[in-house]
T-cell receptor, first 111, second 109 residues
Framework: NAGVTQTPKFQVLKTGQSMTLQCAQD?????MSWYRQDPGMGLRLIHY???????DQGEVPNGYNVSRSTTEDFPLRLLSAAPSQTSVYFC??????????FGNGTRLTVT | GENVEQHPSTLSVQEGDSAVIKCTYS??????FPWYKQELGKRPQLIID?????GEKKDQRIAVTLNKTAKHFSLHITETQPEDSAVYFC????????FGTGTSLTVIP
């Protein structure tokens, strides 16, 4: 099993550009989520999904969209990148009340 | 929603000493409490977890305690080693995972 796979590992965007961060898991997990990690602020939940076709907002959803058309995939879209979105992004998956499995992260810089 | 507070934010200990990190949570419906270790530039990885029907759990040098009445749980690392140096995150889970802001642990050789 590959676990949780995130691409790309690094990305530089100009302000106003859009892009999609990809996330796939091969563990048949129901729950998938996206976090951003900024220094001193821990892991903040952006969006999450409890199953295919179901998504919901987390703590910091503004500027991001998600969809969950399959159990395996949970892409995160930045609609119009802003410098405030410079961060490290982690995708994670789990089954209910089981440990979260994290991907290796995407380091995003918006200039 | 849930609010998880974690203390201290930084912790330095001498090699061989113990380290304790404490977390509190607000939602009494939370029932699963994992702890993650994150080394520099890497992803968070689970080190130990505890469920709400258990008061304490041990795994070699690591233990976690849970006080449901007081809504707090703690991570205890004994006989610390330099490789324990990392950032540690607690989390409380009901429908979602809510994380504390992390503790940067430095073990001084």
């Amino acid at each position: 099993n590959a676990g949780v796979t995130q691409t790309p590992k690094f990305q530089v965007l100009k302000t106003g550009q859009s892009m999609t961060l990809q996330c796939a898991q091969d563990m048949n997990h129901e729950y998938m989520s996206w976090y951003r990690q900024d220094p001193g602020m821990g892991l903040r939940l952006i969006h999450y999904s409890v199953g295919a076709g179901i998504t919901d907002q987390g703590e910091v959803p503004n500027g991001y969209n998600v969809s969950r058309s399959t159990t395996e995939d949970f892409p995160l879209r930045l609609l119009s990148a802003a410098p405030s979105q410079t961060s490290v992004y982690f995708c994670a998956s789990s089954n209910r009340n089981s440990p979260l499995h994290f991907g290796n992260g995407t380091r995003l810089t918006v200039t | 929603g849930e609010n998880v507070e974690q203390h201290p934010s930084t912790l330095s200990v001498q090699e061989g000493d113990s380290a304790v990190i404490k977390c509190t949570y607000s939602d009494s419906a939370s029932n699963y409490f994992p702890w993650y270790k994150q080394e520099l530039g890497k992803r968070p990885q689970l080190i130990i977890d505890i469920r709400s029907n258990v008061g304490e759990k041990k795994d070699q040098r690591i233990a976690v305690t849970l006080n449901k009445t007081a809504k707090h749980f703690s991570l205890h690392i004994t006989e610390t080693q330099p490789e324990d140096s990392a950032v540690y995150f607690c989390a409380a889970t009901g429908n979602q995972f809510y994380f504390g802001t992390g503790t940067s642990l430095t073990v001084i050789p």
